[in-house]
């Protein structure tokens, strides 16, 4: 799931259609990618309004490489293009509790210290990189990345109140 949009999830986009019965093809950004026919109602974009849409099924298309939805109420191929590169969201509350306490997009906006209680600045974005994430955090002008590795620079995570302590010297910033 990438980026909040107006406090809704956006968790993918209508890339094609896929034959004449209204189904669309998409693009997931759930991980695993199929996961996202677990969330119904979808939130579609068209023409800058959200409409709401019950996925009536979904499907793995050439061997798991691609996905196909059957939207309820788009019956014809020239409707469902209609809907072609619509942006997919769910509101957060479709979401299950999360395995580990907390979603990723909950850490936007958490102040971050330090073990001397130096404030650091505030998450703005993570960042991927493979090996583990990483807290992009900024303060002022500046930009201080810190890898998200619990117990060793992630000592505490709150989320409801917003803060994040970690062990990071100022000085490495």
């Not at 969330?39 to 050439?62: A, C, H, M, N």
């Not at 583990?132 to 002008?141: A, C, G, M, P, S």
Request: with cysteine; proline share 3%.
């Amino acid at each position: 799931m990438s980026a909040v949009s107006g406090e809704k999830l956006i968790v993918g986009k209508i890339s094609g259609i896929f034959g004449v019965k209204g189904w669309v093809k998409i693009f997931s950004d759930t991980e695993p990618r199929e996961n996202i026919f677990s969330y119904s109602p979808w939130l579609i974009k068209y023409q800058g309004v959200w409409r709401t849409f019950d996925v009536e099924d979904g499907q793995l298309l050439q061997g798991g490489k691609a996905l196909a939805a059957k939207l309820n109420g788009v019956d014809d191929r020239d409707e469902a293009r209609l809907y072609m590169g619509c942006e997919i969201a769910i509101e957060p509350e479709q979401l299950p509790d999360a395995d580990d306490g907390y979603y990723w997009r909950e850490l936007i906006g958490c102040t971050v210290t330090n073990q001397e209680g130096k404030t650091l600045g505030v998450v703005t974005s993570l960042v991927e990189t493979g090996a583990h994430d990483v807290l992009r955090i900024e303060q002022d002008d500046h930009s201080t990345l810190i890898p998200f590795v619990e117990g060793t620079f992630i000592l505490d995570v709150d989320v409801e109140s917003k803060h994040i302590q970690v062990d990071w010297d100022d000085s490495e910033a």
